[in-house]
């Protein structure tokens, strides 16, 4: 039964669609069965997996507003073991749609309920913001991971989302866990970055990963190829630093696995895997190297499975 991540931070910018698409390729790559939800009407998910904006195309809206059900709307997202429930820009009614309906915090939860089973893990790129769109990624999810920044004011709207995230907890979903707070952008040459780093993890403690994403400029260029960085420059800093997350997010469900319980508690965290992936090179990913499949330039509304 998949494992629900959400990837959220209300702040802009930070790194969320760029982690939801490389941690999703780089799971698909470790031969884990993965489907990423793009739950922004920005839609950068969708088109960083290559798919370019095509009004045709059936996205999340209609699955979370018209009841369709969301195989019916799952594309494969050009790669083994990777598939994607595509966005567009009328989600952004969907996030104002839902305030007038039934269950409106727990549509995208009832939604995955079926197709739970297909997949190892599912990954939900979240909007910049704490809007019913975020709020029902959260109510369906298992635990959040929440990419934050190397930069100054870092820590700006992070109290603001775990208060959030309490307030969820104590309401809507009391198991949602914390999978773990990501440095993104992280630039060894600055000694803010270092500073940053510093704090975050004497504050966060265990629940900060390891592993800890650079600022590289194939992560930022991959994107506009429509491709995961792991099909565009496979030996880049930026790459093996997403595989290596990849190794860290298994090596703890593993490890939660083995202790027979689920950990829930934001207090303690449910990163604290510190010898996840240690000792192993990401080089050592278990395939001979990620599989492309179809086109390289979207198109193909194949039905899911
Ligand atoms: P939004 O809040 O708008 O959804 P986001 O949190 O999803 O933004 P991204 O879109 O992933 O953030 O990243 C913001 C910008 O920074 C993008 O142009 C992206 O390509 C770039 N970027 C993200 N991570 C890195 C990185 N590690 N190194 C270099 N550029 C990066
Ligand atoms: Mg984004």
Redesign the pocket.
């Known amino acids: 039964m998949a494992r629900i991540i959400a990837i959220a931070?209300q702040?802009?910018?930070?790194?969320?669609?760029?982690?939801a698409v490389n941690l999703g390729a780089s799971l698909a790559a470790s031969e884990k069965s993965t489907l990423l939800i793009d739950s922004?009407p920005?839609a950068?998910a969708t088109s960083a997996l290559g798919f370019q904006k095509d009004p045709a195309r059936r996205t999340l809206y209609q699955a979370l507003i018209l009841g369709e059900p969301i195989e019916r709307i799952t594309i494969d997202a050009k790669m083994d073991r990777l598939s994607l429930v595509p966005s567009d820009k009328n989600l952004v009614g969907a996030a104002v749609e839902l305030v007038s309906m039934e269950n409106r915090e727990y549509r995208l939860k009832e939604l995955i309920a079926s197709i739970r089973e297909r997949y190892e893990y599912v990954l939900i790129?979240c909007?910049?913001s704490l809007d019913l769109l975020t709020v029902n990624a959260l109510a369906a999810s298992d635990s959040v991971l929440v990419?934050i920044q190397c930069e100054y004011l870092a820590l700006e709207g992070v109290s603001e989302l775990l208060d959030t995230l309490m307030r969820l907890r104590r309401t809507i979903n009391p198991s949602l866990g914390i999978e773990g707070i990501l440095l993104?952008?992280y630039d060894d040459r600055t000694t803010l970055s270092k500073q940053v780093a510093a704090d975050l993890r004497s504050f966060f403690g265990s629940q900060v990963f390891e592993s800890v994403?650079?600022?590289?400029?194939r992560?930022?260029e991959a994107?506009s190829h429509g491709m995961p960085v792991l099909f565009y420059d496979i030996h880049s800093k930026?790459a093996e630093s997403y595989i290596q997350l990849a190794k860290e997010v298994i090596a703890n469900a593993q490890e939660r696995v083995g202790q027979g319980t689920e950990r829930t508690d934001p207090g303690t965290g449910a990163a604290a895997s510190a010898a996840a992936g240690a000792g192993t090179s990401p080089s050592t990913i278990a395939v001979g190297g990620p599989t492309r499949t179809g086109d390289s330039d979207g198109g193909g509304d194949g039905a899911g499975t």
């Open positions: 931070n702040k802009g910018g930070v790194g969320k669609t760029t982690t922004d920005q950068n790129d909007p910049p990419p993104t952008m994403i650079p600022r590289n400029v992560l930022a994107p930026g």
